[in-house]
Structure formats: C-alpha cells, structure tokens
C-alpha cells in the first residue's frame, strides 16, 4: 500500500510541473506566469481543489503516445474568490502549446457543467493553440462541447476569460461569447491563426500586436473589455469584476456595508457647463455620485462616446451607462449602441439595477451607419425609455 501512495504523490508532484522545468522557465522568460501560479493569485489560498490532475490524453497519432503529461494541458477545479466559489480552468502553454484535444475539453467541461449544478460563476485562464492538431477532428468536437456549454450558461452564470498568453482558433472563439474578456498587453493575443500561418496563406505581414494583441481588441474591435499592464493587474481586475456581480441569475450581487456621510454632492453644481455646447467628461459626475467616486470602468477604450461600468450606490451593485459630452459630443454609433447593448444585456440577465446619464445628441446619421438598422438588440436595449422588453 504504501509504494502505491508513493507512487500517487510521485504523479501529483509531475503533475505540478506542467510540461517540465525547462517549459516553465520559458514561460517565465516571456513575462509569463504559469497555469498553476495564475490559479495561486486568483483564488484565496488554501481553497482550491483540483479535479483530474492525473488526466492523460488517450491518442496514439503522430507520436503523441511518447507526449503524455499529467493534467493534459489544463488545471481545473474549484475554490474562493473574497469567500465566494468559482470553477476555474487555467491552461498550460508548456503542455504541447496549452492546444486542446479529447480529455483537455472533457475536463473543462466538467468544470462548466459543475459551475452549472451550482450556480457559481466560471473562470477561464486561456493560454493556448487552439485546437491541438494531433488529435484532428476530436479536438474539434471538443470545442463544439464548449461552445454548446458557453450557450446554456449565457445569462444563467457569470462566465469570464482572461487571455493571458497566444490564442488561437477556438481558443478565441469560446472565449469571445463569454460575458467578459481580459487581456495583458504585449503577451496576450487573440487570433484566428497566428501571424505566421497568415502569412503563408495571404502573404501579409502583420505583428501578433496588430493582429490580436490587448490594444487591436480593446481600442479597435471591442473584442476585449479590460486591457491590463501585466497579469497581476489583470487578476485584480478580475476580482473586482467579481465583486459586483452575483454568483448566478436568481441572485443579487454582494453589498457592502454604507455609511451615509456628506450626501449634498455639491460639486456636480461646477462640473456641467452652462452652454448645452460645451463637452464636459461624465466620469467626473459619475464619480461623484457613487460611493467613494469608486467606478469600474467596462469596455474603456472602445466607442468613448458612451461609457458603461460598475459602481455601488448606498453599498449596493449597480451598472451605469452614460452618453460622454466629452467624446464626439456624446453621439450614438454603430459601436456604441453595440457596446451600451451588451452591457444593459448582462445587467439584466444578472439583477442588477442601472443608472443611466444622459445627454445625447441623438444618433450618428451618414453613409457609414447604415448598419444600425440592423442592430435591434442595440437600439431597443440601449434607449432607456422606449420601454422595450431587453431579451433579445
Ligand atoms: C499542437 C501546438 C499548437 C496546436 C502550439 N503548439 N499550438 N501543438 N496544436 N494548435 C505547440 C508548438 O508546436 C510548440 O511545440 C509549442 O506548442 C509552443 O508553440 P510555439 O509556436 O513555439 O509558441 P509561439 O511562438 O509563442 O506561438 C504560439 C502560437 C503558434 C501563435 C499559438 O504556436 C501558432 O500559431 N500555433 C497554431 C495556431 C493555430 O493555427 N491554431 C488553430 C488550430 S484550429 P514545440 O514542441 O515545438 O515546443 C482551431 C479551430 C477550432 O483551433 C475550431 C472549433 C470549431
């Protein structure tokens, strides 16, 4: 018996080492945290409990028989973030490029449809390939489980990814119908192939920055909602994210405890200008009136003609969306309704009540915003008083 618990420990201990010292030095090299390091900062210490760390693949293809590593490329598990559960997947780029295949989905899987059972929140630390292509047409029937479980999950639990290294294929295409995406600058890129494969194909030459990095997607397609300096910063971000909201649809976010002080807020008196005309930057109203002027902004360098984020007002969670003077003159467009739709979408689906700022202009006519007859979602969702169900 007891050579059969040694030889346990002796796989957990491989297992802790990913795809080995050499691997794991890389990562660091990069600017990296590892898998498991990532997991350490997220979840309060002494919580998490991993769930099929002795996981291997079963394929014999292209020599993957003599490629075996315990955990197949992904930690999964459960624990606490500020006491609260979450289930997190956090892949490991020093397993065969963190690619996913049979067990590495089977496992993330598991992961969701627990998250599912007990309504709690599902965190996913991407950092991967894509689609390992070993096990072919398997690593895509894999995605298609994930995707099939990120449908059943929208507006039922939060669901958030954090990119945290190259991603490609369906490494990005799960990710992007999650509720929220996180990204580091200069280490973490979204794409459909990386920029070597596209240059095969269309000979165009493009940096993995420009392609997908944290800026292409927080600045110009809106894919990402927080583009943060480093992963530290990314994973406290993640937390106060958390923090607002709640663990599933048929709860209410966590409140703090208030205690009114001076509530006059006299300074909102100097802020807005006499002359309709003249721009004046919301955020500086926002501030004032929730408590502590603490706001979460979401989506931050995307259409700054309107801004949208989280606050709390008397200790209480709220979402606020409002049209920015300061930027365009406040003006709605196509990527502004999109963005203001999103967010009034998912402070719906999770009982959280909005604080809306107006003062708008109206929307952007011309040529290029043709396009907003076709985003319903967009204009119903985002105009507060055409008393319009917000299901879509
Ligand atoms: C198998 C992979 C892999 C993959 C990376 N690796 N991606 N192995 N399948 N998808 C392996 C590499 O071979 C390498 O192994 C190790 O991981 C590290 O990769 P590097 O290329 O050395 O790292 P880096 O230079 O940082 O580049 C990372 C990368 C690049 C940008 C992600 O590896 C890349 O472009 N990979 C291919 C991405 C891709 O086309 N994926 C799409 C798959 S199809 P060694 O042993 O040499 O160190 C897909 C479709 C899903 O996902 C559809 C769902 C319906």
Redesign the pocket.
């Known amino acids: 018996m007891k050579n059969r618990i040694e030889e346990l420990n002796d796989k957990l201990a491989k297992a802790q080492l990913g795809g080995g010292q050499a691997?794991i030095d890389a990562q660091h090299k990069?600017g990296k945290l590892t898998a498991r390091e990532r997991i350490a900062l997220l979840i309060d210490e002494g919580s998490f409990e991993e769930i099929g760390a002795l996981v291997t693949h079963r394929s014999t293809n292209f020599g993957l028989d003599k490629?075996k590593f315990y955990g197949d490329g992904v930690v999964t598990g459960y624990g606490t973030i500020h006491g609260r559960l979450v289930y997190v997947f956090s892949q490991d780029?020093t397993v065969?490029?963190?690619?996913?295949?049979e067990a590495h989905a089977q496992k993330i899987c598991r992961i969701m449809d627990l998250a599912m059972q007990n309504g709690a929140p599902v965190i996913g630390l991407n950092d991967?390939?894509?689609?390992?292509?070993?096990?072919g047409v398997v690593?895509?029937g894999g995605?298609?489980d994930i995707?099939y479980r990120n449908t059943l999950a929208s507006g039922v639990i939060p669901q958030i990814s954090a990119i945290m290294?190259?991603?490609?294929?369906?490494?990005?295409?799960s990710p992007a119908i999650t509720d929220f995406i996180m990204m580091v600058e200069n280490t973490s890129?979204m794409?459909?192939?990386?920029?070597?494969?596209v240059k095969t194909v269309t000979h165009e030459e493009v940096s993995?920055e420009d392609l997908g990095g944290a800026s292409a997607h927080s600045v110009k397609s809106g894919v990402t909602h927080f583009a943060c300096a480093n992963e530290v910063e990314l994973i406290n971000n993640l937390k106060a994210l958390l923090s607002y909201v709640p663990q599933n649809c048929e709860e209410e976010a966590p409140a703090l405890p208030y205690t009114p002080g001076n509530e006059k807020r006299e300074k909102l008196n100097t802020i807005i200008p006499e002359n309709a005309n003249s721009p004046y930057d919301i955020r500086e109203v926002i501030s004032e009136v929730v408590d502590n002027g603490e706001f979460l902004e979401v989506h931050k360098d995307y259409a700054s003609n309107i801004v949208v984020g989280f606050a709390r007002l008397g200790g209480k969670s709220i979402g606020i969306v409002a049209n920015q003077p300061a930027y365009l003159a406040g003006v709605l467009d196509i990527n502004a309704s999109k963005k203001g739709a999103r967010f009034v979408r998912f402070c719906d689906c999770f009982n959280i009540p909005l604080l809306v700022f107006e003062d708008v202009p109206g929307f952007l006519p011309g040529t290029d915003q043709n396009g907003m007859a076709l985003l319903p979602t967009a204009l119903n969702c985002f105009m507060p008083f055409a008393k319009l169900p917000c299901h879509a």
Not at 128 to 135: D, H, L, P, T, V
Request: net charge positive; charged share 10%.
């Open positions: 691997r990069r490629q780029f065969v490029g963190g690619s996913l295949a991967s390939g894509g689609a390992r292509i070993q096990e690593s895509l995605y298609a995707f290294g190259p991603c490609a294929g369906g490494a990005v295409y890129y794409f459909v192939t990386g920029p070597n494969v993995s």
